[in-house]
């Protein structure tokens, strides 16, 4: 099972496309949160998922609660606060590869998860844990995190790290930085963008950075560099994956899709655990069944309401499987 922690929040998507936030006119609401939406995604392809997280008790956490349910997330770990809502995030889209976000979360209820909300018999069942970066900025989140971590890594279980990294609700890059590189030595899978690879590696070279992460402690690591594919790397070698072409309506989420089909395809083999570096030609695989999740993902407004399920992404790859941007390319580390 794929547990997810973290946000669960409401997003609200802007009424029109290719504007800034503050020449919105209107924004429509969908059930988000980084986390939350790997755990549907992950869910509508076939593989157990649970959420652990915290949203206000109010209406849009109730609206949370209902989504999760529905999709089959099991939602034994979620917590309600009566005191602080459900965290709300504005965003806009100036264009199609770029996104504006404005949150409000001062505090939100995610980042009032404590220790004593953690359903420890929930990670006794965990194949594989997966969280972002919003749970490090600020506590009691952090701490509860820090304490599950020490407990992945006592019980062997497979940790997936999506940095999801949102300068807005850092004090500045240098904390930011600093406190994401603490965790590393806990990830066996870690997922940035090209922006959140260079704020961790700060290297001329994709290979030189991910050498460098490596070095830090990570085991595997994805880059993902938009129309030009992702580059995936660990001790055994890099590789370089092209994705596919899709009329792209809304890319918020499609990272959510990516990371939640690999971690799919890693939850079906037993060798996942603790430590695990994953062979170069079923790595390839597992970031190409990425790409197909997410490539669908942004061919529909909203998040949850755009993922695939696995029945979708099998398709699009049998109907789809040479339509790649470019060729696969190997790469020395």
Known sequence: MVTCFGEALIDFFPSRLGVPLEEVEAFLPFPGGAPANVAVAVSRLGTKSAFLGKVGDDA??????????????????????????????????PDPQSQEFLFFRHPGADMMFSREDIDFGLLEQTKIFHFGSLSLTNVPIRDAL????????????????????????????????????????????????????????????IEEGIAVLLKGGVRNVVVTMGSEGALLGNDLGCEKVM?????????????????????????????????WKIPRDTFEGFVRFGHACGALTATKRGVIPALPTREAVEHFLQERGGDVLGRNATLSL
Do not use: H, M
């Open 243 to 275: 994705g596919y072409k899709v009329e792209v309506l809304d890319t918020t989420g499609c990272g959510d899709g990516f990371i939640a089909g690999i971690l799919s395809r890693i939850d079906s083999y037993e060798e996942a655990q603790t430590g």
């Open 60 to 93: 849009f956490g109730r609206i949370l609660e209902k989504v999760l349910r529905e999709n089959g997330v099991n939602i034994q770990g979620l917590r309600f606060d009566k005191r602080v809502r459900t965290t709300c995030v504005f965003i806009a889209q």
């Open 146 to 205: 820090w304490e599950i971590l020490w407990l992945c890594r006592k019980k062997g279980v497979f940790v997936s790290f999506d940095v999801n990294y949102r300068p807005a609700l850092w004090e500045s890059e240098e904390l930011a930085r600093n406190t994401i590189w603490e965790v590393l030595p806990y990830v066996d899978l870690l997922k940035v963008n090209l922006r959140e690879f260079y704020l961790l590696a700060q290297e001329s070279s």
